[in-house]
């Protein structure tokens, strides 16, 4: 095991995990108390020219579920979220803000439709489960609120749709982006999703039954090798540049959707009601004060974000970046950062400070960055 991560039966251990820590893996984050490898290759620009170019293999158990089955499954699903899910079919994914009364974020999950009264909600890192269940009971709703036994493992890069393929079926071909269909393994019925955390294409595989994890990683695994396949993780780097936003970094409850430009994915227009609803209009009537964008700047490759870095004009703060590494790509730092509505403009000129007291000249950039 990694060291630097003191392990207990709180942080849970996924049905891969044996599988990751023979092949190496250098490092783990926990995300819904669970273990989430962090680094495999000799370096992250190491791991993500291998993404760009190749196929990797993610243990992404930790993108937990929460089922929502009954009767008011719908409603209740609708309850939480702006966005206009009687929209959606079943083989939908479905990207959708969490909100709570005040319009700040929850998560931002895929709801997958898996039956008119049954959904899984795929979530980031924060307590989606105990806010349906209360909902559901402070609203005496016909319900079943519950974490099954699914644990995604996502397969990412350019290559991944000719090896699924080889593997499941000439079908897998045919799945949109954010659908979903299904495949055999060993006798099951497997959900497989066209999405995951990178730019680069890819599926991820909700595997149903933990008990499986083992022998589908080895079936992917051992297929994978002519193709150059390594074990993977969420790389940093292609994060930032695609324009990928993380729960907890980026975005928290003192965030609202439309400062994260998800205006796409809520109803404004009184036609839907859910939690926060009168909240949201307001900020979408007054406009909101400041929005995510991307930061280029200068200098040495930069330390690890671990702290917000402030963004200046002068000696104002205008932001503060919230993730920040090199670009071997763009061959500059690049970051993340809420920025305020009188310098949020593409080319403006900033100063980032560095916890190594460099301050560093930039630019905002969009996002994704080119």
């Known amino acids: 095991m990694a060291d630097g991560l003191n392990m207990s039966r709180r942080i849970r251990r996924t049905p891969y995990t044996d599988k990751i820590e023979h092949v190496g893996v250098r490092g783990f984050s926990v ?39 009954g009767p008011d499954a719908a409603k209740l699903v609708q309850m939480m979220t702006p966005r206009h899910i009687g929209k959606a079919i079943i083989g939908d994914c479905f990207y959708i ?15 997958l439709k898996l039956a008119e009264d049954k959904f899984w909600l795929s979530i980031a ?9 209360g909902l559901a009971l402070g609203r005496e709703m016909d319900v079943q609120v519950s974490e099954p036994d699914v644990s995604p493992l996502a397969v990412q890069g350019p290559k991944a749709e000719g090896l699924l393929a080889s593997l499941f079926g000439e079908h897998i071909r045919d799945i949109g982006f954010f659908k979903y269909d299904w495949i055999e393994f060993q006798g099951t019925r ?48 292609e994060r930032i540049e695609g324009g990928l936003f993380s729960y907890g970094n980026e975005m928290t409850r003192e965030n609202n959707p439309l400062e994260i430009g998800l205006d796409n994915f809520c109803s404004l227009d009184g036609s839907v009601d859910y939690i926060g609803r009168v909240a949201l209009e307001k900020i979408a009537a007054d406009g909101v004060t400041r929005k995510i964008r991307g930061i280029i700047f200068d200098g040495e490759p930069c330390p690890t974000c671990s702290l917000p870095w402030p963004v200046m004009i002068g000696k104002r703060q205008v932001g503060q970046i919230t993730s920040g590494v090199w670009s071997p790509r763009l061959m500059s730092n690049i970051g993340q950062s809420m920025i305020d509505r009188e310098f949020w403009n593409i080319g403006q000129d900033v100063t980032v400070i560095t916890p190594d007291g460099q301050n560093r000249s930039g630019k905002i950039s969009r996002l994704p960055m080119a």
């Not at 273990?35 to 993500?48: G, H, N, R, T, V």
């Not at 890192?125 to 349906?132: G, I, M, N, Q, R």
């Open 190 to 237: 497997q959900l497989i999703a066209r999405s995951g955390y990178s730019r680069q294409g890819g599926f991820e595989i909700y595997l149903e039954g933990g008990h499986l994890g083992a022998d589908l990683w080895d079936h992917i695994w051992e297929a994978g090798q002519p193709l150059n396949m390594t074990p993977g993780c969420p790389n940093l780097i």
């Open 97 to 111: 803000p969490i909100i709570d009364a005040n319009a700040g974020l929850i998560n931002d999950p895929v709801m």
């Open 31 to 69: 995300v819904n108390h669970m273990l989430l490898p962090k680094a495999f290759q000799p370096s992250i620009e190491d791991d993500y020219w291998h993404l760009r170019e190749h196929v990797q293999l993610w243990d992404v158990s930790c993108q937990r579920q929460v089922q929502i089955e």
């Open 125 to 133: 890192d924060s307590d989606v489960l105990l806010y349906a269940l």
